[in-house]
T-cell receptor, first 106, second 113 residues
């Protein structure tokens, strides 16, 4: 049983499209994290949130604690956004989703 | 700022060989973690440390040992490598579990033949 489920697993978009990646979790949490992993590269933390909404440039993360659900939105997508996006939650430990692989085509 | 540095970046081992992966952080973080990442699976915690001189088992500790003799370093050892340990290994550090982000290294790609 996965404590964190992401959808979709794979996503291909045309440059400029609005993108949404979803994350659902089944455990009690203190915070939810969105991470970005580029091909062959390391992992970078994009957001940490425990309520509401956060925005950084073209990226927006929202969380609904009651529904145990979070979304990561990318506006005006660009090929450089191509990466794997990982949702993780912290309760008494970290739980990670399997990631959403995003490819943005020029 | 180097952040979290992992060495080596790549390594090929034969079954039964031993090796140590080194993780170093320069952010004065108390918590350090070792994860493995396998295709189709999320990051899985191998071992972690909540401070110098402490270690604890994570989700998949079998076949691995760790040491945290200095606050800035966290070593992951494979005493007798097995093909099932072929994976990408990530080290991370942070100030704590609750409401604190983790900072990741670039990963070590380990293949065991």
């Amino acid at each position: 049983k996965n404590e964190v489920e992401q959808s979709p697993q794979n996503l291909t978009a045309q440059e400029g499209e609005f993108i949404t990646i979803n994350c659902s979790y089944s455990v009690g949490i203190s915070a939810l994290h969105w991470l970005q992993q580029h091909p062959g590269g390391g992992i970078v933390s994009l957001f940490m949130l425990s309520s509401g909404k956060k925005k950084h440039g073209r990226l927006i993360a929202t969380i609904n604690i009651q529904e145990k659900h979070s979304s990561l939105h990318i506006t005006a997508s660009h090929p450089r956004d191509s990466a794997v996006y990982i949702c993780a939650v912290t309760g008494n430990q970290f739980y990670f989703g399997t990631g959403t692989s995003l490819t943005v085509i020029p | 700022n180097a952040g979290v540095t992992q060495t080596p970046k790549f390594r090929v081992l034969k079954t039964g060989q031993s090796m140590t992966l080194l993780c170093a952080q320069d952010m004065n973080h108390e918590y350090m973690y070792w994860y493995r990442q396998d295709p189709g699976m999320g990051l899985r915690l191998i071992h972690y440390s909540v401070g110098e001189g402490t270690t604890a088992k994570g989700e998949v500790p079998d076949g691995y040992n760790v040491s945290r003799l200095k606050k800035q370093n966290f070593l992951l050892g494979l005493e007798s490598a097995a093909p099932s340990q072929t994976s990408v290994y990530f080290c991370a550090s942070g100030q704590g579990v609750v409401n604190q982000p983790q900072h990741f290294g670039d990963g070590t790609r380990l293949s065991i033949l």
